[in-house]
């Protein structure tokens, strides 16, 4: 039995396939390479010494979908595959809303087809929306969300709520990752964003290695410790680590299940900026600049539901992913291009 990675190719998906093989599982793993390359796959087979299929497959494509579950003896799927820009999906919302639910509604139709009705969603913090004070739990209302990227996860989230609600053999786990950030320890696999980076870490990372001059720091005057926002920033490996169980509790209990994937602790920009020049000796030269607009002062997890029911908590710090982001951005100035 396998289970199925979609968005495989992907910086989550890459670093949770090195960890579902590790694992002992199979996998099958499908990407339309819209924001990664087959590389990824490639090096996650170097550093497993495990061989698996990697299929260019969009998951709009029913046909094909059905394909490939036809060809394989699938019984679970980890769905990753998605349009992930805040910005661009505010510019491009149909794209978005066709891509991540038209993609979503195509799989989970061939899924049910053939009978597979296990899947692990990558959700998002961001589901939360503007109104919850930090920490945030499974229990508060999800909604409000700023942007279609979020709406996206928000309506999947609803479908799968539905879909779990209409048939009691299904097993949903939603999982709502905080700040992912890090890369795999090798330093062979790691986020590899295309143009100017929209999120922190690659963009600290970049100004490290020369690509870029000095970070803006969007707004100082939020209401925090030293006015510049607050994550809850995780290790990709803790992220994955994370997968592996919740799937391991999908296969097992049916049902829909929430959780949060995220450390606990709140990390302010400048906070990290200081953890990623202490733990790598580079200076990352910053400015402040205006707030961006649609960011929140706080957010960070209450991750005690993935430990009391998962057993599962993040076990590496802001230094490691540091360190790991560092090893891979060095290593690969240009991500898979290099
Ligand atoms: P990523 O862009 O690196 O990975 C997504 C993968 O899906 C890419 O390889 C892309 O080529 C593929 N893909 C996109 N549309 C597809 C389609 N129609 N058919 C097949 N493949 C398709 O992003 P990531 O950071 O690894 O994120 C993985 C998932 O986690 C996404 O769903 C994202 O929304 C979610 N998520 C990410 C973050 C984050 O900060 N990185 C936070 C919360 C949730
Ligand atoms: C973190 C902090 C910024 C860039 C986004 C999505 C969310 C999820 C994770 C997918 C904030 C500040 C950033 C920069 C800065 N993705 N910052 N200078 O906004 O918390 O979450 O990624 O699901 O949905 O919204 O992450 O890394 O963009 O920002 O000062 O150049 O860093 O203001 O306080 P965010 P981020």
Same mark, same amino acid.
């Given at each position: 039995?396998?289970?199925?990675?979609?968005?495989?190719?992907?910086?989550?998906?890459?670093?949770?396939?090195?960890?579902?093989?590790?694992?002992?599982?199979?996998?099958?793993?499908?990407?339309?390479?819209?924001?990664?390359?087959?590389?990824?796959?490639?090096?996650?087979?170097?550093?497993?010494?495990?061989?698996?299929?990697?299929?260019?497959?969009?998951?709009?494509?029913?046909?094909?979908?059905?394909?490939?579950?036809?060809?394989?003896?699938?019984?679970?799927?980890?769905?990753?595959?998605?349009?992930?820009?805040?910005?661009?999906?505010?510019? +491009?919302?149909?794209?978005?809303?066709?891509?991540?639910?038209?993609?979503?509604?195509?799989?989970?139709?061939?899924?049910?087809?053939?009978?597979?009705?296990?899947?692990?969603?990558?959700?998002?913090?961001?589901?939360?929306?503007?109104?919850?004070?930090?920490?945030?739990?499974?229990?508060?209302?999800?909604?409000?969300?700023?942007?279609?990227?979020?709406?996206?996860?928000?309506?999947?989230?609803?479908?799968? +709520?539905?879909?779990?609600?209409?048939?009691?053999?299904?097993?949903?786990?939603?999982?709502?990752?905080?700040?992912?950030?890090?890369?795999?320890?090798?330093? +062979?696999?790691?986020?590899?964003?295309?143009?100017?980076?929209?999120?922190?870490?690659?963009?600290?990372?970049?100004?490290?290695?020369?690509?870029?001059?000095?970070?803006?720091?969007?707004?100082?005057?939020?209401?925090?410790?030293?006015?510049?926002?607050?994550?809850?920033?995780?290790?990709?490996?803790?992220?994955?680590?994370?997968?592996?169980?919740?799937?391991?509790?999908?296969?097992?209990?049916?049902?829909?299940?929430?959780?949060?994937?995220?450390?606990?602790?709140?990390?302010?920009?400048?906070?990290?900026?200081?953890?990623?020049? +202490?733990?790598?000796?580079?200076?990352?030269?910053?400015?402040?600049?205006?707030?961006?607009?649609?960011?929140?002062?706080?957010?960070?997890?209450?991750?005690?539901?993935?430990?009391?029911?998962?057993?599962?908590?993040?076990?590496?710090?802001?230094?490691?992913?540091?360190?790991?982001?560092?090893?891979?951005?060095?290593?690969?100035?240009?991500?898979?291009?290099?």
């Amino acid at each position: 039995m396998a289970v199925l990675v979609t968005g495989g190719a992907g910086y989550i998906g890459s670093q949770t396939c090195v960890h579902l093989l590790e694992a002992g599982k199979e996998i099958v793993v499908i990407d339309n390479f819209s924001n990664s390359s087959p590389k990824s796959s490639q090096a996650v087979r170097e550093i497993t010494g495990k061989d698996f299929p990697l299929i260019e497959c969009d998951i709009r494509d029913e046909e094909k979908l059905d394909e490939v579950f036809s060809q394989y003896d699938i019984d679970s799927v980890i769905h990753f595959a998605g349009l992930k820009a805040v910005g661009e999906s505010c510019q +491009k919302p149909l794209e978005y809303y066709d891509n991540n639910i038209g993609g979503t509604v195509k799989l989970l139709s061939v899924m049910r087809k053939h009978g597979v009705k296990c899947i692990v969603f990558s959700s998002s913090a961001t589901v939360y929306g503007e109104k919850h004070t930090a920490p945030f739990n499974e229990e508060m209302e999800a909604g409000g969300t700023t942007n279609p990227y979020g709406t996206t996860k928000l309506f999947i989230e609803q479908i799968l +709520k539905d879909l779990a609600a209409s048939d009691p053999e299904w097993s949903v786990s939603l999982l709502r990752y905080f700040n992912p950030i890090g890369a795999h320890i090798s330093g +062979k696999i790691g986020e590899a964003p295309n143009g100017i980076p929209n999120n922190l870490m690659p963009y600290i990372s970049q100004v490290a290695v020369g690509k870029r001059e000095k970070l803006s720091v969007f707004g100082d005057d939020y209401d925090t410790p030293d006015g510049t926002g607050v994550r809850d920033y995780i290790h990709v490996a803790d992220l994955a680590d994370g997968h592996v169980v919740a799937l391991d509790r999908a296969l097992s209990v049916k049902g829909c299940e929430i959780f949060n994937l995220g450390t606990g602790k709140g990390v302010s920009v400048l906070e990290l900026v200081n953890a990623f020049q +202490k733990a790598t000796g580079v200076k990352v030269p910053y400015v402040i600049t205006a707030r961006r607009p649609g960011d929140i002062a706080t957010s960070y997890a209450d991750p005690s539901k993935a430990e009391r029911i998962l057993g599962w908590k993040a076990k590496r710090d802001i230094f490691d992913a540091c360190r790991d982001t560092w090893n891979w951005q060095k290593n690969n100035p240009n991500g898979f291009d290099d």
